[in-house]
Every structure is written in C-alpha cells, then in structure tokens.
C-alpha cells in the first residue's frame, strides 16, 4: 500500500509541475512554485522561419510569469496573427502572466482546472508587406484563458485569446487578432514511466483564428511596398486606409508531441489548414510547424 501511494504521489507532483502543455494550443499547466525553465522554440510558416527564446518562472503553485521573444530569421512576408497561445506571431518580446484560478481533484490523478492569461508585447522587427512600407506596430494586449481534464491517461483543453494592438500617432494600426484552440492528449501506457524514465504524451491540436484588417492613415506616407510601388488605395470618411490584403479566417488541426527525460522537454508538431479565408491576396499558409526544447529547475525537487 506504501510503495503504491508513494508512486502517486510521485506522478502527480511531476504532472502538477511540468508547465509545459501543447505546442500550439491553450493549456492550464504551470511550474511549480519556485521552479524555472529555460527553451528555445523554432516555428516555420509560409516560407519564413522564426526562433524564440523561452524563459518561465513559478512565483506560487498557481501563479506564473514568462518571457518570449520570437525574431524572423529568414527576412520575408507572413501572415501576422498569433502563432501560438505562449507566443506571438510577429516579431515582438512579450511578457506573459498566468493564474490558475481553478483547480478542483476529481479523481485520483485526475483534475479539472482553469488558468486565465495577460499580457503586453513591443516590437522588435517590422514585418514586409507588398502592400507598402511595413505596419509600425505600437505596444500590444494580450488576454487568454484555458479549462481542461487533466489525467495520468487523457487530457482535454479548450481556450481561446485575443491580441490587441494600438495604433502608433493614428497613422499605423496592426491587425487584432482572434486565437481558439481545443487539444486532445494521451499518454500511451508504455510510455507512463515514473521519473527518471522518459515519459512521452502525444496531443490533436486544433486552432481557429480571426484576423481583423490593418490599416493606415491617409496622412501616413504610402511609400513603395516590398514588390514595387504601392497600389493607390482610397481612404474613408475618416481619412482612413483599410488594407484589402490583411486579415481573415482559418481553421488549423495535425498532431504533435511531448517527450519529458529527467529535466529536459522535447516537443515538436504541425498543423494543416483544413480551412482558410484570407482577405486579398497574402503569402500562403497551408502548414505550421513548432519545434522547441526546454530545460526545467525545478528547484531541487524532482
């Protein structure tokens, strides 16, 4: 009877503590208090490759900040709109709160838990357009939150965020956007090993967003585009220019993974457009891809 409570609580303290969920969907999962991680994350689309730094911290057992700072490595235009719920999708360093609000036992190894997310960006490159010069992006918003199952065998997530920016002397404005997320996981039997064995849990993501149109002030200057001259475009009434080839919709789902060895956390995926509507013309987006390793001070415990 020892030895079997002594295993349980072993795996879940290290399912309480992993803080590290899906690659590209919402999560409730958190560091532990006074645990920290460190990663770098590699994401792909449209022909454009950025990298990110990841660094977390748990201040209490429900309460974590973080810090990431994705940057273009191949210069190039991609659709804007948030990559990942931990991350954004431009160029930009984020500072990221989460609190976990909720959090009930329902079972042993089991729970039920929310956990609400805020946070605030600057910009660090400006994204080409073939439209004009880039969008000069002002400090953005972030607000998110997830609920989910959490077992020894299946997990179950759903959340949804919203990214606002504002507008830079009323001449520049980027893209809002709407970011939901639902996410399966399992852990195969064979892989459940308790630590320092790896441990391997494989997730369905899907996500769905909404990109609102950018815009420019007819006072701004137009400027040439990254493809030539920019096409002549006519304001509102307001003296405003709605770009005709920012913003839409789309629908993403495909499989990805997590792999845990004693401190270190492996985790890769991609998600196929099942679904898209872009407005005018924009760069194609047909697949995702998330690549990212992670180091984790859990501060002594294991």
Not at 66 to 91: I, L, W
Not at 210 to 223: D, K, Q, T, V
């Amino acid at each position: 009877m020892k030895q079997i409570l002594c295993a349980f609580c072993l795996s879940a303290a290290c399912l309480w503590a992993d803080g590290h969920g899906p690659a590209f969907g919402y999560a409730t999962t958190l560091l532990g208090a006074g645990d920290s991680s460190v990663g770098t994350a590699l994401m792909w689309r449209s022909g454009v490759a950025m990298i990110s730094p990841l660094v977390a911290y748990g201040i209490t057992e429900n309460f974590q900040i973080s810090f990431s700072a994705p940057f273009d490595v191949n210069y190039g235009e991609h659709p804007v709109g948030r990559f990942t719920a931990m991350m954004p999708g431009n160029p930009e360093a984020e500072v990221l709160g989460a609190w976990r609000f909720h959090h009930t036992l329902t079972g042993v190894g089991t729970r039920n838990e929310s956990t609400l997310y805020l946070g605030t960006s600057v910009t660090t490159q400006l994204v080409p357009r073939a439209d004009g010069p880039p969008i000069r992006r002002a400090p953005g918003f972030y607000a998110g939150a997830a609920t989910g199952h959490i077992s020894r065998r299946y997990y179950a997530w759903a959340g949804a965020g919203y990214q606002q920016y504002v507008s830079l002397d009323g001449l520049d404005h980027q893209s809002n956007s709407l970011l939901g997320s639902f996410v399966l996981g399992w852990r195969p039997p064979f892989w459940d090993k308790e630590y320092p064995k790896p441990d391997l849990r494989i997730f369905w993501e899907s996500t769905g967003e909404r990109i609102g149109s950018a815009w420019r002030s007819a006072a701004a200057p137009a400027g040439p585009g990254d493809h030539g001259p920019a096409p002549p475009l006519t304001p509102n009434s307001g003296g405003i220019i709605i770009l005709p080839d920012s913003g839409g919709k789309g629908v993403y789902t495909g499989p990805t993974l997590l792999c845990t060895y004693r401190s270190v956390a492996f985790q890769a995926g991609v998600l196929f457009a099942v679904w898209r509507d872009p407005n005018g013309t924009q760069p194609a987006d047909r697949f995702r891809v998330v690549v990212g390793l992670t180091y984790f001070f859990l501060g002594g415990r294991k």
